[in-house]
């Protein structure tokens, strides 16, 4: 099904999504190196039973990004959860990929009545609990080849280095579009997230079935770590799929899917 990309201005600034389909609400949040256009493969799948909603964090795609230097994942949420309460969401099912995983136990916590499942796909979980030497060093190393490069041929060189080696070529050349564009600024201010967040310390609030999704090639989120946080959560269970990078949904949609789907459909305790 073709979504359709909308926007509206939320608190005076623009926040932008794309939007499919009809019936329970499924809200993808994207990482990093990603926007809502890192969904588009999900929309065909889900937006047959699902109202699929699938949004630009602010200063990517279409939304205005935030005034703050170093903002955090809870400063996300916010803007997040005004989208929702704009769309009249009051019950989801929430996928979180990536630095998206730690905006969806931000928003958890301001809202924990709003997930009905949950799906950490490739989940970090921050520098917060590091010493301030090591978060500085984090900070460097994820902007440096950025101001050497600059986004276009960092994007070229960042996405085959995390994805699986199994990753069909279009599939690289998809993750390297999407994260060729994203501006910098943007970027910078999700790696603060990344230096300042603690996913774990949100996990508590995520007390609804909870997926965690490994991959077994995965350089940036490895499987110890997915473990450590599916055996954190309340009600938390953890699949690993051997070959697959850090970019499930783009890398194998139809996994995802088959992945995905039953998880959601499960209504059991």
């Given at each position: 099904m073709?979504?359709?990309?909308?926007?509206a201005?939320?608190?005076?600034?623009?926040?932008?999504?794309?939007?499919?389909?009809?019936?329970?609400?499924?809200?993808?949040?994207?990482?990093?190196?990603?926007?809502a256009?890192?969904?588009?493969?999900q929309?065909?799948r889900?937006?047959?039973?699902h109202?699929?909603?699938?949004?630009d964090?602010?200063?990517?795609?279409?939304?205005?990004?935030l005034?703050?230097?170093?903002?955090?994942?809870?400063r996300?949420?916010?803007?997040?959860?005004?989208?929702?309460?704009?769309?009249?969401?009051?019950?989801?099912?929430?996928?979180g990929?990536?630095?998206?995983?730690?905006?969806?136990?931000?928003?958890c916590?301001?809202?924990?009545?709003?997930a009905?499942h949950?799906?950490?796909?490739?989940?970090?979980?921050?520098?917060?609990?590091?010493?301030?030497?090591?978060?500085?060093?984090?900070?460097?190393?994820?902007?440096?080849?950025i101001?050497?490069?600059?986004m276009?041929?960092?994007?070229?060189?960042?996405a085959?280095?995390?994805?699986?080696?199994?990753?069909?070529?279009?599939?690289?050349?998809?993750?390297?579009?999407?994260?060729?564009?994203?501006?910098?600024?943007?970027?910078?201010?999700?790696?603060?997230?990344i230096?300042?967040?603690?996913?774990?310390?949100?996990?508590?609030?995520?007390a609804?079935?909870?997926?965690?999704?490994?991959?077994?090639?995965?350089?940036?989120?490895?499987?110890?770590?997915?473990?450590?946080?599916?055996?954190?959560?309340?009600?938390?269970?953890?699949?690993?799929?051997?070959?697959?990078?850090h970019?499930l949904?783009?890398?194998?949609?139809?996994?995802?899917?088959a992945?995905?789907?039953?998880?959601?459909?499960?209504?059991?305790?």
């Amino acid at each position: 099904m073709r979504e359709a990309a909308r926007s509206a201005t939320i608190d005076g600034r623009t926040v932008a999504w794309r939007e499919a389909g009809d019936g329970p609400a499924l809200v993808l949040v994207h990482g990093i190196g990603g926007s809502a256009q890192s969904w588009a493969p999900q929309f065909e799948r889900f937006a047959a039973a699902h109202r699929v909603i699938a949004w630009d964090a602010p200063g990517y795609g279409g939304s205005e990004p935030l005034p703050d230097a170093r903002p955090t994942a809870d400063r996300y949420a916010g803007v997040l959860l005004g989208l929702l309460d704009r769309l009249d969401i009051e019950r989801a099912d929430l996928i979180g990929h990536s630095i998206g995983a730690m905006m969806v136990g931000a928003l958890c916590r301001r809202r924990q009545a709003l997930a009905r499942h949950v799906v950490l796909v490739h989940p970090i979980d921050g520098g917060g609990r590091l010493p301030d030497a090591e978060r500085a060093t984090l900070r460097v190393g994820r902007t440096r080849d950025i101001d050497a490069l600059g986004m276009a041929a960092f994007a070229a060189a960042r996405a085959p280095s995390i994805l699986g080696k199994a990753a069909a070529p279009d599939a690289v050349a998809t993750v390297v579009r999407i994260m060729a564009a994203i501006p910098a600024p943007a970027y910078r201010q999700l790696v603060e997230v990344i230096v300042a967040g603690d996913l774990l310390a949100d996990l508590p609030a995520i007390a609804v079935p909870a997926l965690v999704i490994a991959g077994g090639d995965d350089p940036v989120a490895p499987v110890a770590l997915c473990r450590s946080i599916a055996a954190a959560l309340p009600a938390g269970r953890l699949t690993v799929l051997d070959g697959i990078g850090h970019y499930l949904p783009l890398e194998d949609p139809a996994r995802f899917d088959a992945t995905v789907a039953p998880f959601l459909a499960d209504t059991g305790p």
